[in-house]
């Protein structure tokens, strides 16, 4: 059985706990009664994704989803009669029968089905449902992103007011919010919403995507080129140059295993070198509340920069804080922490990797199987 | 003098009409808010209800509605 654990701010009831307090020390999460959890496949993977003041928890390519948080802006596809806040995780019907990913948005998310579609919901407010002008501006029920016909997608991603789509031949598509040009497109201000799909054009086929507060992060198929659109205000667009006026790009160092974005800074899990000695994560952006592991002159370090901490399996990143977990499976969280999101229960910000899921717990059944990320909050998945 | 999170146009502040404030999401994920009375006022500091953080608001007083 599925054991999901919870840190941080609360305030929306999107860490599931039942009540709306915040965690400031891991809390477990709690199941309704429709969303028992007990009779699902022990082997099923299980992800957690949070945005604002909402999360979903969905076992990977499975049949299984589940939210809880604020349904104001129906970003639970909870319907219109759900306005929340719903305090444990909950069942969501949705198009498709499996999941594949989830993403969430300050307060929209998209979903990715098992036949490559995607589907939003939430806030449309700077088109980031990508169907055009609503009638309310939001919605409470999937709504079908269209994009050119027979298009399959592989993954999704959410900014805070922005969207984006990866398909299956390496294009991406981008909707919402650009005033910041972070869908790559040069932003124009008498239109600075772009409410249809639009594919991103001149770009190497991309593999991996990952969606900042108002910047928008891909890795191409050769795992080790990277492009960066939009707010660059704190180094979010990171070490490289510009391209065509729009797209930053640089390399990483080694191939890349998995890329996160916090809202002003990014985050990749890099393969881990021959000897599996050496530090395996980067990041580069903001770091004025610790947000790079290190403490820096200023408020942001533009070079890439490795996280003091080896053999890295997995990262996920809030608003401000990251989240790793190790081969081990020990979690350790820095960053942002007013809310103890990072771990810390005197709420002080964390400046370099702090444990707080020891490798050999008391209990065996709390050892980390994967972690995940709300704005403010974080999840431990056992 | 209190240092802020960021400073934010009004533009990509969130109008409320009913409570004549103006909204920006909170890393947090409450929302900083200003009212426009303040902003009227020549106030530009939106606070978040659930955080210290502070934001200073970027905007025109000849523009206000």
Redesign the interface.
């Known amino acids: 059985m599925v054991l999901i654990r919870a840190l941080g ?1 609360n ?2 009831g ?1 860490l599931a706990t039942g009540d709306m307090e915040d965690a400031h020390y891991l809390a477990t999460t709690q199941f309704s009664q429709e969303g028992n959890v007990d009779g699902e496949d022990v082997r099923a993977k299980w992800r957690v994704q949070g945005g ?2 909402h999360a979903y928890a969905w076992t990977d390519n499975g049949p299984t989803l589940l939210a809880c948080g604020s349904n104001a802006d129906g970003e639970l596809a909870m319907g219109d009669g759900v306005r929340g806040p719903v305090l444990c995780w909950t069942p969501v019907p949705f198009p498709g029968d499996f999941v594949r990913q989830v993403a969430c948005g ?1 307060s929209h998310t998209l979903l990715l089905n098992d036949l490559g579609q995607v589907f939003a919901t939430g806030s449309g ?1 700077f088109g980031q449902l990508g169907v055009g002008p609503l009638p309310k501006g939001a919605t409470a029920k999937w709504v079908r992103v269209a994009a050119s016909t027979g298009s399959v997608f592989v993954s999704v991603a959410c900014g ?1 007011r922005h969207s984006l789509a990866l398909d299956k031949d390496g294009v991406v598509y981008g909707w919402g919010a650009n ?1 910041c040009g972070q869908l790559g497109i040069v932003p124009d201000r008498r239109s ?1 919403n772009i409410l249809a799909a639009t594919p991103v054009e001149g770009l190497l086929p991309i593999a991996m995507i990952a969606c900042g507060r108002s910047h928008s992060i891909l890795i191409a198929q050769d795992y080790k080129t990277v492009y960066v659109a939009g707010q660059d205000k704190y180094a979010q667009c990171g070490p490289g140059s510009s391209q065509s006026g729009t797209w930053q790009t640089f390399q990483l160092p080694r191939a890349a295993v998995k890329l996160c974005s916090g ?1 002003d800074f990014g985050a990749v899990l890099l393969e881990p070198d021959d000897k599996r000695l050496s530090n395996n994560v980067v990041m580069w952006g903001r770091a004025d509340q610790g947000q790079l592991a290190h403490r820096v002159d200023g408020s942001y370090r533009r070079e890439l920069g490795y996280v003091e901490l080896p053999e890295v399996s997995d990262i996920a990143c ?3 804080h990251t989240v790793a977990m190790t081969a081990g499976g020990s979690v350790y969280m820095w960053g ?1 922490n ?2 103890g999101n990072a771990g810390d229960p005197t709420l002080a910000n964390v400046y370099s990797p702090l444990c707080t899921l020891d490798e050999q717990p008391a209990k065996i059944e709390h050892r980390a199987m994967g972690i995940g990320c ?4 974080s999840y431990i998945i056992s | 003098m209190a240092s802020f999170y960021d400073e934010i146009e009004i533009e990509d502040m969130e109008f409320d009409e009913d409570e004549l404030t103006y909204y920006y999401p909170c890393p947090c994920g409450d929302r900083f808010q200003i009212t426009l009375a303040a902003l009227k006022d020549s106030e530009d500091i939106a606070m978040c209800p659930s955080c210290s953080l502070l934001i200073k608001v970027i905007y025109d007083p000849d523009d206000l509605p």
């Open positions: 701010s305030s929306g999107q604002g003041n300050w407010a805070m005033r600075p809202w809030g608003s401000s942002w007013e809310h709300g704005y403010g909050n």
